[in-house]
């Protein structure tokens, strides 16, 4: 124990190492306390700005959406108010599914949007013992939520058919599974 920590007011830390007296430490704990408040402060302006944007979205022909699904990306035009196509893409570790996905939508103009659709997907996968594609191809029914003017949560699920070949031994398998998708959209142009 040193002199100085024998004082009044003074903490009998040890000193020598960074941060061990007293006012050191109470202005770490006041910047930690300003850091909590002002990221709580931020989430409740975000929250208070997004809840009061208008909470709808209005798809139209002419109108394009990219989407952000796990995990992978896609892109939509609107060949109607009610028809629209989309490009996707889906990427993980040693697999790769691309393909087209067909929607119909029931309402175009309300915070939640119903819809029915098709999908037609290639599949291409190499892993430790074997190696191939194949096709999918689902029918599905969903929706989406818009939680601000031009951004959506979307899920939708479905049966799909599945059908892989592994590429040396020619040995396939095919089958129904049930597929959920989950997404965020963004919405732009006309």
């Known amino acids: 124990m040193n002199i100085q920590s024998m004082l009044p007011g003074s903490c009998a830390i040890p000193s020598g190492r960074p941060g061990n007296n007293l006012a050191?430490?109470?202005r770490i704990r006041r910047g930690?306390?300003?850091n909590r408040l002002m990221k709580k402060t931020t989430l409740a302006v975000f929250l208070l700005l997004v809840s009061s944007i208008p909470a709808y979205g209005e798809i139209s022909k002419g109108k394009f959406a990219t989407e952000l699904n796990f995990p992978g990306v896609?892109?939509?035009y609107f060949l109607t108010d009610k028809f629209c196509v989309e490009g996707r893409g889906?990427?993980?570790k040693d697999i790769v599914v691309a393909g087209m996905r067909f929607y119909r939508y029931f309402n175009t103009d309300?915070?939640?949007l119903f819809f029915a659709g098709l999908e037609g997907d290639y599949i291409s996968f190499k892993g430790e013992e074997s190696e191939g594609s194949g096709i999918a191809g689902e029918?599905?029914?969903g929706g989406e939520y818009?939680?601000?003017r031009k951004f959506s949560f979307q899920m939708d699920f479905g049966p799909a058919y599945i059908y892989l070949k592994d590429k040396e031994s020619s040995v396939s398998v095919g089958g129904i599974?049930?597929?959920v998708n989950f997404g965020i959209n963004y919405y732009f142009g006309k």
């Open 74 to 76: 896609g892109v939509r």
């Open 146 to 148: 818009f939680f601000a």
């Open 90 to 92: 889906q990427f993980d």
């Open 110 to 112: 309300a915070k939640y």
């Open 32 to 34: 930690k306390m300003k």
């Open 24 to 26: 050191q430490t109470n």
């Open 177 to 179: 599974e049930y597929v």
């Open 139 to 141: 029918l599905l029914i």
